[in-house]
Nanobody, 121 residues
Framework: VQLQASGGGLVQPGGSLRLSCAAS????????MGWFRQAPGKERQFVAG????????YYADSVKGRFIISRDNAKNTVSLQMNSLKPEDTAVYYC???????????????WGQGTQVTVSS
């Protein structure tokens, strides 16, 4: 499965952005989907995940209550609504697909190319 993330950009602190991940090659309905992010000089870290049918979601503590992950299997897309953005949310955001729900990078076998999110005044 090929993944393409989009929707990044520059936003002021307190603002919102919506990231999208479009999949092609095969349906994503059998995959758990995740969003990760990587800031300069730091490890790639888990942000949010959603199970195949969308009935379970899970978040990193740092984004809980601010970010919302969702999916539309009919459109083969996954989204990440990011609200109340902070400068520390600045990173390249990646979408990923895996066969098991997990917060760990190794559980995801397919990755998109990343989209830059910059939170700055």
């Amino acid at each position: 499965v090929q993944l393409q993330a989009s929707g990044g950009g520059l936003v002021q602190p307190g603002g919102s952005l919506r990231l999208s991940c479009a999949a092609s090659g095969r349906t994503i309905s059998r995959y758990n989907m995740g969003w990760f992010r990587q800031a300069p000089g730091k490890e790639r870290q888990f942000v949010a995940g959603i199970t195949g049918r969308g009935n379970n979601v899970y978040y990193a503590d740092s984004v809980k209550g601010r970010f919302i992950i969702s999916r539309d299997n009919a459109k083969n897309t996954v989204s990440l609504q990011m609200n109340s953005l902070k400068p520390e949310d600045t990173a390249v955001y990646y979408c990923a697909a895996g066969l098991s729900p997990s917060t760990m990078r190794y559980a995801y076998g397919y990755w998109g190319q990343g989209t830059q999110v910059t939170v700055s005044s």
